[in-house]
């Protein structure tokens, strides 16, 4: 596959730490380094990082996975709010069968992500999990 | 702005096409639209792919292209807009004609799934909808878009109706000679059907298939030369935040609003005056966000709407008269050109027996993944 470890190296601030850049003028949040405001276009960002935790909005399984993530079938995706308001995407772990439901609190935690090409890199990044303090 | 003309079509059966490579296929669709039209050559050849580099190693696809179809030494090249690329690559043929630089232009789309594994197609489809280090890092597919923006439609809206899109799209691709699944297929098989992203269902979404379509755009001048009937055509565009998500209302496909006002706007035709519309449903939802974004349903009411029969054959909108990306089939970069080709068959009167009483205008709308780029091109049949 076509994804190399530069690119795993650049984008770790916000795999690793859910890094990255809000706009100082209109708060969109971008996971990139950005040149413009993707919303705004305004070019001042302040450097965040995003709260670890938030609302599952809503969420699915991947049956039929891409072939990067054969061995991890199935596996969950959730779309999530984060406490801040910033919406992202992320696979969810540490779930009992039954216990993914729309509205649970969700809590970001470090995982193994994948083995990445034919180097065997293996490349971390965030995923949430059903919130241990339940309030 | 110079009128743009369709002069004729071509394509191949949307299938697993083993004994014949990329470019052959895409030549024999090439050469069935030059035959159609009764042109000899073209000023240039514009070529839509997606996966091309992922699947068969190749790339540089124009020379490739003018090659395999006898029209080497004519200026080629390809455009890309992951599975709309055949929308891309008629947009492309479109503006060379209108602006008065090309008499004649080939464009031609195609696509080799069966080359891949199932997994490797789904990571192509993985890498083009989404940001590699973002959807793709994480295992986001396209269906798992997909089945996140039903989830929030079903919570909105309720799911009424959405299974029933493949309804509709598999009993018009009943008998079609070019459709990769002809036959008919029962609401309660769709519902019966696994999940591949809950709630998705296996019998909601295309499957994987080789094909490839080409169409010959030509200028006002040289339509009135040629025998062909005189259909116009018309196409704009839009892009929209690639993620979804990232979106202010994630169901409101804002490249589809954008692109169908546009193209109509151009067209000087109203939605009323429509007589057909193609739907990219590679995704059922995705055929009702489609119609709802593209103001031919209220939200929330495309399903209730199929339920009722609008969308067939006989109804007030038809949609998907071959069979749509669900049942005549999804290879990528050919899809957008084989909407194109059978909006022109049902307005030339060529349709067979999905043939559409007094068509004269026809609107499709090409998605790339979820809508990240909309294209929609409009056919209408001019009195000569």
């Given at each position: 596959m076509g994804m190399r470890v530069p690119g795993y190296w650049r984008n770790m601030p916000f795999l690793y730490r859910l890094a990255g850049w809000k706009c100082v003028h209109c708060g969109a949040f971008h996971h990139y380094k950005p040149v413009v405001c993707r919303r705004c276009r305004s070019k001042e960002f302040a450097q965040v990082e995003l709260p670890g935790s938030g609302r599952l909005i809503a969420y699915t399984v991947v049956r039929s996975p891409p072939k990067e993530f054969e061995r991890c079938a199935p596996y969950a995706i959730g779309l999530i709010e984060l406490e801040d308001g910033t919406k992202i995407l992320s696979q969810l772990t540490d779930f009992k069968e039954?216990?993914?439901?729309?509205d649970i609190r969700v809590e970001a935690v470090f995982r193994r992500v994948r083995i990445n090409g034919e180097q065997g890199i293996i490349e971390y990044g965030y995923k949430f999990r059903p919130a241990l303090s339940r309030s | 702005m110079a009128g743009v003309y369709v002069a004729g079509v071509g394509f191949t059966k949307i299938a697993e096409h083993w004994d014949k490579d990329l470019e052959q296929l895409m030549a024999e669709a090439a050469v069935k639209a030059l035959e159609d039209a009764g042109v000899s050559t073209v000023n240039a050849i514009y070529v839509g792919c997606a996966l091309g580099e992922h699947l068969q190693c190749q790339a540089n696809l124009g020379a490739l292209m003018a090659e395999c179809a006898g029209l080497t030494g004519v200026p080629a090249f390809r455009a890309e807009a992951a599975d709309a690329s055949g929308a891309a690559a008629l947009y492309s043929g479109f503006c060379d004609i209108a602006s008065g630089r090309s008499e004649a232009v080939l464009v031609v789309g195609g696509e080799k799934l069966s080359d891949g594994l199932s997994e490797e197609v789904s990571s192509g489809t993985l890498m083009m909808s989404g940001r590699s280090w973002y959807e793709g890092f994480m295992g986001i597919d396209f269906y798992a878009m997909s089945a996140l923006l039903y989830r929030l439609y079903s919570k909105r809206y309720g799911d009424e109706g959405i299974p029933f899109f493949p309804v509709i799209s598999h009993e018009h691709a009943e008998g079609v000679a070019h459709a990769q699944y002809p036959f008919k297929i029962a609401l309660d098989r769709v519902l019966e059907s696994p999940f591949i992203a809950e709630p998705l269902r296996m019998l909601e979404v295309s499957g994987i298939g080789d094909g490839a379509a080409a169409a010959v755009l030509v200028s006002e001048e040289l339509a009135r030369r040629l025998k062909s009937p005189k259909i116009r055509m018309f196409i704009s565009s839009a892009t929209d935040y690639v993620n979804p998500f990232d979106r202010e209302d994630p169901l409101r496909l804002q490249s589809v609003m954008l692109s169908v006002s546009r193209v109509l706007e151009h067209a000087g035709i109203s939605r009323s005056e429509l007589n057909m519309v193609e739907l990219h449903d590679s995704a059922s939802i995705l055929g009702a966000l489609c119609l709802e974004s593209g103001g031919f349903s209220p939200p929330g009411a495309a399903g209730k709407l199929a339920m009722k029969g609008e969308f067939g054959l006989n109804g007030r909108l038809p949609c998907n008269t071959f069979g749509g990306l669900k049942a005549r089939g999804h290879p990528f970069g050919a899809t957008a050109i084989y909407q194109v080709a059978e909006i022109y068959l049902q307005l030339a009167g060529r349709a067979g027996k999905n043939q559409l009483d007094k068509a004269r205008t026809g609107l499709a709308i090409s998605l790339s993944g979820v809508g990240a780029a909309a294209f929609t091109s409009l056919l209408k049949m001019e009195e000569v």
């Open positions: 039954n216990e993914l439901r729309d | -």
